[in-house]
Every structure is written in C-alpha cells, then in structure tokens.
C-alpha cells in the first residue's frame, strides 16, 4: 500500500485507477472544512459497527488520517489498513491530510472534493434489484396510469398515505408507491429505493416510494434507523419489528429477548443521534404499532432468507398489479453446494416460478445467480394479475 499527500493522490487520480471510496478517520470539525467526496467519516472505535455502510468488498477502499495523527504514529494506516484486511476489505492507499501540502482554495473547487457534514452512500443495494427496478417501475406506473389509478394530481396511489415533497416546497405533494421488504435487514436497499426519482408519465409529477421495512431482528433495524437518519430519507421509510404469520396475511410483532440499550449498535446510535439518548429506542425507530401497516402494496422484496410459509401470504399482500421481488438461496442438481444456508432455508429451482404460475402471475424473470461468494440464488419477479 502506497501512502500519498492529498495533492499527491489527486495528480495520481489523472493517470492511476486509484480508490475513490474514503474511510476518513480525521475529526468530524477537520472533515466538515474539506474532504473527499464518496467518504466515510468516522472514529476508529466506531468502524467495525459502521461495516454495513461500506461498498462491496470487491471495491478498494483508501484511509485518510490527518498529519498530526500520523506524525504520533507512523504505523496509524498500517494498523487500519489491518483491521479492515481482516475483515475481507482491500485497502490500496493511504493519505496523509496535510493542509500546507497544497491549496486548498484551488482543491474546493475541485469536482472531488466537499465541504459541511454530507453523508454519502457509498453501499451498493442488491445488484439484481438495481438492475431490474426501472422495469418494475415501468410496469407498476404503466400499469396504474392505464387504469387511471392515479387519480388527479398530487393525490396518491391506491389511497396510500401523501409524502411531502422535496421538489415542491412544504405544501407540495407527490403520488407514492409503497414497498414491504421482508427481512429489510440493515435498510441498504430501503434506503435506495426512497432514493430513486420517478415521475408520473402524464403529468410530470414527482413519484417517491414510501418504503416499509420488517425484520425480527431488532439490530439489524437499529442499524436501518441509522441509516435513514443519515441519507436523509427517515421520512419515506418505517421500519416494525414484526413478522408476516405463517400461511396467513397477518401481522406479528415480534418481542425483544435482549436488551437492546446495552449494545454497541445502540451505544453508536446514541453517539450519532444524542437527542434520542433518554428515550425508549423501540419509540424511535419502531415508529408505529403494527396496526399502521398498511394492508397492500404495489411492490414486495424479500431477499436471501424466505420463509415457505409466507410465500401464500404475497398474494393477499399485493395490489393487483403489483409486483413480487425474491432472491432467495437454491440447493438442487448442478447447482454446487454450501453448508449455509442450511437445507430447509432453500428453495428448489422453479418452486417459486411454480407457485406463482398456478396463481396466474405474469412472469417477469426467473434465473438462477451467483452472489459474491459463489452461492446461488432465484432471482424471481412476477406481476400480479388484474381485471
């Protein structure tokens, strides 16, 4: 691993395929005067919880500390190039922040570089999401402006609760679609779907989705509460601590058997969001009792674990015409095996292209994927039928 000057990494920029993703341990006062776009500010006692915010590990990171620190200890790079090397990241530079080192009147200006406490997202959500969701946006407004769900302008999808508008000012209202992601997890995803910027094909007018998450795991919420809070997107997205009931459309709270205040995901949230450190953290991000959910949704996501049991539960669950999202783990004939996920948390080939046949689903896509670590999914999508 190299170790550059900023000013020495920004001429290398010009002629080296160097990393663009930052894990910036400086100060939060030294970052908010300058630093590099598409960073992660945060203290070294604080990264192992902030892994879930990283990209993939197939991206090459660079570490950025500022001179005084490396000046009291020469090996500081070495040591968080080490940490992250365990943990299966690639670490390819080092930058030391000097600011005689250049001008820093001239690097503002440049396209690299920004100033004040911005957070960026530099995860990546699920590719074959990504890759799919601008035909499913497609096939839900195509589908809902044919039949003239929509209604007039400004008013919402299917009777789904109204979003105040980023684009419009505080009175403005957008249409919504909604989507439930069953085992949300760490929020990657939700976050990138509230993201997303769609638009009405007629009228021009702004679609956002509002963006409900269930997991029962409450750690992993507390981290998808984080993570909203700092994109700024807490206002599209809900997060319950709840479960769909096997072989039913009913929804289950789930309790606690820990307490969640005495965990370093919760002593971090805190750190971040001290205004919340005297209340209940369940009041905080499980914002509503599991009455608020709405009954059905135009867009359904489960990814890598799903339960048999709520496969039937998606159908009741679903708007006609709403669409159904699953990447789920496959064992069976020349599909290689792994030990995880155990046998009964995989699907057969073609059990979900099968189910959803017999329910008259249009079927969008249906192909077997490899993930990062070589274990195959079902990438399936279907549409529900509609009279």
Not at 14 to 20: A, H, I, R, S
Not at 109 to 130: A, D, H, M, Q, R
Not at 340 to 359: G, S, V
Request: negative net charge; contains cysteine; aromatic residues 12%.
């Amino acid at each position: 691993m190299k170790i550059y000057s900023v000013d020495e990494y920004v001429a290398g920029l010009k002629e080296n395929c160097l990393p663009q993703v930052f894990i910036d341990f400086r100060s939060e006062h030294e970052y908010q005067q300058l630093h590099f776009k598409n960073s992660i500010n945060t203290v070294p006692e604080h990264l192992f919880e902030r892994l879930y915010e990283f990209p993939p590990k197939t991206e090459s990171l660079a570490i950025v500390v500022s001179q005084l620190e490396f000046q009291s200890d020469k090996s500081l790079i070495i040591d968080f190039q080490a940490k992250l090397l365990g943990k299966g990241y690639s670490v390819s530079a080092g930058i030391v922040w000097h600011k005689n080192s250049c001008d820093f009147q001239q690097l503002d200006k440049i396209s690299i570089f920004e100033t004040g406490n911005v957070y960026y997202n530099v995860f990546f959500p699920n590719p074959s999401l990504k890759a799919h969701l601008d035909l499913i946006e497609t096939l839900l407004l195509n589908r809902y402006v044919s039949s003239n769900s929509f209604g007039s302008c400004y008013t919402d999808l299917q009777c789904d609760s109204l979003i105040p508008s980023k684009t419009q000012g505080s009175e403005g209202l957008t249409k919504n679609l909604n989507i439930l992601d069953l085992g949300c997890g760490c929020g990657r995803d939700l976050v990138y779907m509230a993201s997303r910027k769609i638009f009405h094909p007629i009228d021009g007018a702004e679609v956002r989705w509002r963006c409900i998450g269930l997991d029962s795991l409450d750690y992993c919420l507390l981290k998808a509460r984080i993570l909203a809070l700092r994109s700024g997107f807490s206002d599209q997205i809900e997060l319950y601590h709840a479960k769909i009931s096997a072989n039913s459309d009913h929804f289950l709270p789930v309790k606690n058997n820990r307490n969640l205040t005495q965990s370093n995901i919760f002593k971090f949230y805190v750190s971040c969001f001290p205004q919340y450190s005297e209340i209940d953290p369940a009041v905080q991000f499980y914002f509503k009792s599991i009455d608020s959910l709405p009954k059905q949704y135009h867009l359904i996501t489960s990814i890598r674990f799903v339960d048999r049991g709520i496969l039937d539960s998606i159908d009741n669950l679903l708007y006609d015409g709403g669409v159904v999202f699953i990447s789920t783990f496959v064992q069976g004939p020349n599909i290689p095996h792994f030990d995880k996920p155990a046998p009964e948390h995989c699907l057969k080939p073609n059990e979900l292209l099968d189910l959803f046949l017999n329910k008259k689903y249009k079927i969008i896509s249906n192909a077997i994927e490899k993930i990062e670590d070589g274990r195959s999914v079902n990438t399936f999508i279907a549409q529900k039928p509609w009279p």
